[in-house]
């Protein structure tokens, strides 16, 4: 038997071999389940699982969700679905997005009842819910009502949700005088965030502060947000170094050591 009638008879008794893998089939482990027969469901979807192929990542997901022959485990399923949704799987990105629903409804019909007895963070919460959509249908007004009655009363995150729903005109008219404000207020109790934002303010050119460059101020809140542990604030800080003139430098670095001492230090 020569060379290539050899390997003409291994690549035939390749094709007659059978794979576990495509042995293994989705449709029975889904019979399976429709009668209850968890284990034949098991056995037919590990291989397709440890083959990474998607549709049985889902499927395994849903019995861990619901217990079908394994113990109920929400994490497992949430683990079996991201797995899916990462490869941009569909029915693996809506069975995780079911399961944050049914997470979100729970935590809902708690906040709402916080909320309307006027705790500040469950308002702020509640509008982070109405703004995101999470278990909610998205409500970007009724969003912006939760965030400025919780910043009413002094909470700081709140205080960032108003000035950031100013800032970009999220459930009410755009205002970046306003956004500052708010934004200002947050910072001056160490919120990172706000002190972040405002960078992005002055680094396009909406601060209302005129008494010297934008760019100088933005590297000025970049730099110390990037000192509270921003990273992302840290590379834009290094990016408005370079776009400074010479003259600019020690300025802006006198400027970020002077907002130091009233947003950073005194949080450290």
Known sequence: MNN?????????????IVNPVNAASLSKAN????????KTALHELKPLVDAGKPSATN???????NGWGV??????????YKKGARSGHIDSVN???????????????????KASAGNATAQNRFG??????????????????????????????????????????????????????????????????????????????HGQDNSTSQDIIAFAWMNNAAA?????????????????????IQEAKDLAEKYKKTYVIPFQ
């Open 4 to 16: 290539k009638t050899l390997l003409s008879v291994i690549s035939l008794i390749g094709c007659l």
């Open 31 to 38: 019979a399976a389940i429709e009668a209850k027969d968890y």
């Open 59 to 65: 499927l395994m997901g849903k019995m861990y969700q």
């Open 71 to 80: 113990p109920a485990s929400i994490e497992r399923a949430k683990a079996f």
């Open 95 to 113: 069975s995780l997005r079911a399961l944050d629903d049914i997470a979100y409804l729970k935590e809902l019909q708690l906040i709402k009842e």
């Open 128 to 205: 982070e819910m109405l703004e995101y959509g999470f278990g909610v249908k998205r409500d970007l007004n009724a969003a912006f009502a939760q965030y400025q009655l919780a910043a009413d009363q002094g909470y700081v995150v709140a205080q960032h949700n108003v000035g950031r729903s100013y800032n970009f005109g999220t459930g009410v008219a755009q205002d970046y005088a306003k956004a500052e404000n708010w934004y200002r207020i947050a910072a001056n109790k160490g919120y990172n965030q706000s002190m972040f934002y405002l960078g992005t303010l002055y680094a396009t050119a």
């Open 228 to 248: 509270l542990g921003d990273s992302t604030a840290a590379s834009i800080e290094s990016r408005l170094l370079m776009k400074l003139k010479k003259e600019q």
